[in-house]
């Protein structure tokens, strides 16, 4: 191989097909001149350490492991991001790094969209002008990273659409500093069309070039500024301390399932990687931190669904002496600067609210997507006596009959209300066995439909129905009959079905409120035991203590566009209060020391009033980047069978490894 001192040459060495070296060209160095090896481009600039810069550059050729066609290690600067230079005069000379996005061959013109995380910018090479720089872009292809060095100019067919449509940069230097090796499974900067068409899998597997793409690039950024924002509020506005609390704690009944961590040096024992931070924030208050906040992970092992991961992150807030009107103030404005710092939207304030009755009484659920209606309104005192016996018998069980109106009702086809219909299977996947319907005539007083349902129904009966729920001509009429729980479980989910299906959710809409006024408690059937329906350390109404099990929580949930986002209480301080609400749940005394001894002692020692709220942050940020699912706003999430398909975990570990934990693997146990 020829080896040329960089000090006196500039040495063009180029492979051939089977890449070994064909041609070598040399000529005298000037300042700025460059050193190139296969087709890259080493950028040696004039200075009184040009021999230090040659020596370098000899090195690495010395270090290429004897191929002369593999490529230096090279660390360039850049002078400026891609996608910034539409600001930049010009005439200037830009040196981008990034990686090529495009390639288009105009017969001899090659352009190039080069990609980094600030945007695009076109290259254009010019085979009269700079033969080795268009010799170099001749030969790149999708993802190759390269630096490139040259000089802006106007484009002649300008794009006004992008940040840097109106120039493009001039390729006079190209430096490729890393290929391809492989076929890449899906296009970085793909249609529409493309990106759907690819299996969510192959993205998760393949999830460090899912991320070049613009949009996740996008929403790491925007879940970065979400962050960055609440900092700045909580911190410089109002004084909260962020404290980190335990990743290894101990395990305790939170709902879930806790991920344990067996302890080498304790046998027997697991620590439990938490599911919130609630205890320790709680007593974050009684040590005095006052106002606390932690951007915390937290761990559930348990299913998954598009809005769940097993690990998550959480912004978790807490003050002491602040009553609930000021915390949910604060939080509001917290919101609202979020929303203003990310979205430019100033939020209409206060957030309205309904208590937990309302939001189960009008829209069958604690988390209202208040953006369209199809709100449920009670019609069993209606049809109590009537001739239908499916409303009739609900009612006489001690059950309820609600009914949906939808406007325009010849939208929603026959087919699609009855068995192995879509609507149906709506009702039918909440537990009901399917949903009741009838249409308002075009006389508007009378109604049409199934026979039992419409005869069932005597002449006062059909107008009382048609006149509570507002009734218009054609209008279709959905109702649902049994306990309140099925009911409300049924036309909720049927209710934002057709929301979803008819067009009538409007996407650019935010729509926040707060339920408040949350039962204390709820039953578990399948224990047959009250169980806390936030978390046993949430605070009764006090106006309600003399019937514990019947009281409501000071509980409050910020909910956006039908999803939780955020929920929080005031909090037990006193143990007599905290040992009353575990006798609710069944948790004895020596139960509740040997799981919370460490809180129950804290309560003693002086704790005072406090307070908090949790936001899940991805899902706020799901919903504020427009996407579907969390796992589009983690960089490295985990599938709905929590594995990752990226690195393989969880992942299979030594029978040594498990012995150090005082485990017997099942195999070995059996082979002994």
């Given at each position: 191989a020829m080896r040329v001192t960089a000090r006196h040459l500039a040495l063009q060495l180029r492979p051939s097909r089977n890449n070994r070296i064909v041609a070598a060209r040399?000529?005298?160095?000037?300042?700025?001149?460059?050193?190139?090896?296969?087709?890259?481009?080493?950028?040696?600039?004039?200075?009184?350490s040009v021999a230090t810069r040659a020596a370098a550059v000899d090195a690495q050729m010395d270090g290429a492991d004897g191929k002369e066609s593999s490529l230096p290690m090279i660390w360039p600067a850049r002078s400026n991001g891609a996608g910034t230079v539409g600001g930049v005069e010009v005439g200037t000379e830009v040196t981008l790094c990034g990686w090529v996005d495009s390639y288009r061959n105009h017969g001899g013109v090659v352009f190039v969209d080069l990609r980094d995380h600030t945007g695009f910018c076109q290259v254009v090479s010019l085979p009269d002008d700079f033969k080795d720089a268009h010799e170099a872009v001749e030969k790149l292809r999708s993802e190759y990273v390269v630096a490139v060095t040259g000089t802006l100019r106007e484009r002649s067919n300008p794009n006004p659409k992008v940040a840097t449509g109106m120039v493009e940069l001039v390729a006079e230097k190209v430096v490729l500093l890393n290929t391809v090796a492989k076929s890449l499974p899906m296009k970085v900067s793909g249609t529409e069309e493309e990106n759907a068409a690819v299996a969510e899998e192959t993205r998760l597997?393949?999830?460090?070039?899912?991320?070049?793409?613009?949009?996740?690039?996008?929403?790491?950024?925007?879940?970065?500024?979400?962050?960055?924002?609440?900092?700045?509020?909580?911190?410089?506005?109002?004084?909260?301390?962020?404290?980190?609390?335990?990743?290894?704690?101990?395990?305790?009944?939170?709902?879930?399932?806790?991920y344990l961590v067996p302890s080498r040096l304790k046998a027997g024992a697991c620590f439990a990687l938490p599911q919130s931070p609630q205890l320790f924030k709680q007593m974050l208050m009684v040590a005095g931190v006052d106002r606390y906040y932690q951007v915390a992970r937290c761990f559930r092992d348990?299913?998954?669904?598009?809005?769940?991961?097993?690990?998550?992150?959480?912004?978790?807030?807490?003050?002491?002496?602040?009553?609930?009107?000021?915390?949910?103030?604060?939080?509001?404005?917290?919101?609202?600067?979020?929303?203003?710092?990310?979205?430019?939207?100033?939020?209409?304030?206060?957030?309205?609210r309904l208590t937990y009755a309302q939001a189960m009484d009008k829209y069958g659920s604690d988390k209202p997507d208040l953006r369209f209606g199809l709100e449920l309104v009670g019609v069993s005192d209606i049809v109590a006596d009537c001739g239908f016996a499916i409303f009739s018998g609900a009612v006489a069980a001690g059950g309820v009959v609600k009914a949906?109106?939808?406007?325009?009702?010849?939208?929603?086809?026959?087919?699609?209300?009855?068995p192995k219909g879509d609507v149906s299977g709506e009702a039918v996947a909440a537990g009901a066995?399917?949903?009741?319907?009838?249409?308002?005539?075009?006389d508007?007083?009378?109604?049409?439909?199934?026979?039992?349902?419409?005869?069932?129904?005597?002449?006062?009966?059909?107008?009382?129905?048609?006149?509570?729920?507002?009734?218009?001509?054609?209008?279709?009429?959905?109702?649902?009959?049994?306990?309140?729980?099925?009911?409300?479980?049924?036309?909720?989910?049927?209710?934002?079905?057709?929301?979803?299906s008819l067009g009538m959710i409007d996407e650019d809409q935010t729509a926040l409120l707060w339920v408040t006024d949350f039962p204390m408690f709820e039953w578990n059937a399948e224990e047959e035991r009250l169980e806390a329906l936030h978390h046993p350390f949430t605070a009764p109404n006090p106006a309600h203590m003399n019937d514990l099990k019947k009281a409501n929580a000071q509980a409050y949930d910020m909910v956006l566009n039908g999803v939780e986002i955020g929920g929080g209480s005031l909090r037990i301080y006193r143990s007599d209060v905290q040992q009353k609400v575990f006798d609710a749940i069944g948790l004895s005394q020596e139960e509740a020391k040997q799981k919370f001894g460490y809180l129950l002692d804290a309560f003693e020692i002086g704790a005072p009033p406090h307070g908090g709220i949790a936001f899940g942050l991805d899902r706020l940020v799901m919903l504020l980047a427009g996407e579907s699912s969390i796992r589009d706003v983690i960089a490295f999430p985990k599938t709905a069978g929590a594995t990752c398909l990226l690195t393989a975990a969880p992942g299979e570990v030594t029978v040594e490894q498990y012995r150090d934990l005082h485990i017997r693997a099942l195999d070995e146990e059996t082979s002994s």
């Open positions: 040399s000529a005298p160095l000037s300042p700025a001149r460059t050193f190139n090896i296969s087709c890259v481009q080493v950028n040696i600039k004039h200075s009184r597997k393949h999830r460090v070039l899912d991320l070049r793409r613009p949009k996740m690039a996008a929403n790491l950024r925007l879940r970065h500024k979400v962050v960055r924002t609440v900092r700045r509020f909580l911190e410089d506005k109002h004084g909260f301390v962020e404290v980190e609390t335990p990743i290894l704690a101990r395990p305790t009944p939170e709902g879930a399932r806790d348990e299913d998954l669904r598009a809005d769940r991961q097993p690990e998550f992150t959480q912004l978790d807030l807490e003050m002491a002496f602040t009553p609930m009107e000021q915390l949910m103030q604060l939080n509001e404005e917290l919101v609202a600067e979020v929303f203003k710092a990310v979205k430019g939207v100033d939020l209409p304030r206060p957030f309205p949906i109106r939808v406007p325009e009702g010849k939208r929603v086809s026959n087919a699609r209300l009855k066995r399917g949903v009741a319907f009838a249409r308002v005539a075009a508007g007083a009378t109604l049409e439909g199934p026979a039992a349902l419409v005869s069932g129904l005597d002449e006062i009966q059909t107008e009382q129905l048609i006149g509570r729920l507002e009734c218009q001509p054609e209008d279709l009429l959905l109702f649902a009959a049994g306990s309140p729980e099925l009911v409300a479980k049924t036309l909720d989910r049927v209710r934002l079905f057709l929301g979803r």
